[in-house]
Structure formats: structure tokens, C-alpha cells
């Protein structure tokens, strides 16, 4: 069964970075062909999306993020990345991959990596 794994998460300063992974396990999905997105979640809000990436390598950003984060791929490792600089404690959330499809998404969603941004 194909999933998607979140990693990287943590505790991190106002101003500091971080780099999220999202690797597919399995080998019959293929990053490399599929759009993919990374979503957060903060608590008591709703889930949003916050970078994309499409199979032509087309990106787009939320704007509360544009110019601090940047989404790449790793084809040859089926891995989506997410580096996060300059983080904000509103960057706080848990953060989440996934692949969207005209449907909805491609996986259930799974548990994500927790990243707080605080003092």
C-alpha cells in the first residue's frame, strides 16, 4: 500500500528554518508525474495549502508564505520537499503532503510533522 510519509518537524526560534520531507513509499506512485501539495493545519482552524507543485513543475504559493518557502522534488528519490525559512509563529501547524486529483486527494491524510515556531 502506497503512502505518504511526512518528516522534519520540530521546534524551531522566530526567524529559523526548516526542511520538511514527503516521501512516497511504495513504487507504483511516482511523484515525479503527480501534482503534489504540502497543507497545514493550526489548531482551530481549517486546512490550507500552502505550496504546489504540478507535473511540469508548475509552483504556486500561498501568499502568506511566498518568499519564505520554497516546494522542490526529488525525482529520483520520489520525495517532495519543503524548506521553510524566516518561520513565523503563525507558521506554526502540523504539515501535510499530498496529491490532489480532479476528486479530492489521491491518500487519506496521514499524521503529519509538527512544526512550532516559538521563543
Known amino acids: 500500500q502506497v503512502q505518504l510519509v511526512e518528516s522534519g518537524g520540530g521546534l524551531v526560534q522566530p526567524g529559523g528554518s526548516l526542511r520538511l520531507s514527503c516521501a512516497a513509499s511504495?513504487?507504483?506512485?511516482?511523484?515525479?508525474?503527480?501534482?503534489m501539495g504540502w497543507y497545514r493545519q493550526a489548531p482551530g482552524k481549517q486546512r490550507e495549502v500552502v505550496a504546489g507543485?504540478?507535473?511540469?513543475?508548475?509552483?504556486k504559493y500561498a501568499d502568506s508564505v511566498k518568499g519564505r518557502f520554497t516546494i522542490s522534488r526529488d525525482n529520483a528519490n520520489n520525495t517532495v520537499y519543503l524548506q521553510m525559512n524566516s518561520l513565523r509563529p503563525e507558521d506554526t501547524a502540523v504539515y501535510y503532503c499530498?496529491?490532489?486529483?480532479?476528486?479530492?486527494?489521491?491518500?487519506?491524510w496521514g499524521q503529519g510533522t509538527q512544526v512550532t515556531v516559538s521563543s
Open positions: 499530498n496529491s490532489p486529483d480532479d476528486l479530492g486527494y489521491e491518500f487519506d
Open positions: 507543485i504540478t507535473s511540469d513543475g508548475t509552483i
Open positions: 511504495g513504487s507504483i506512485f511516482s511523484i515525479s508525474i503527480n501534482a
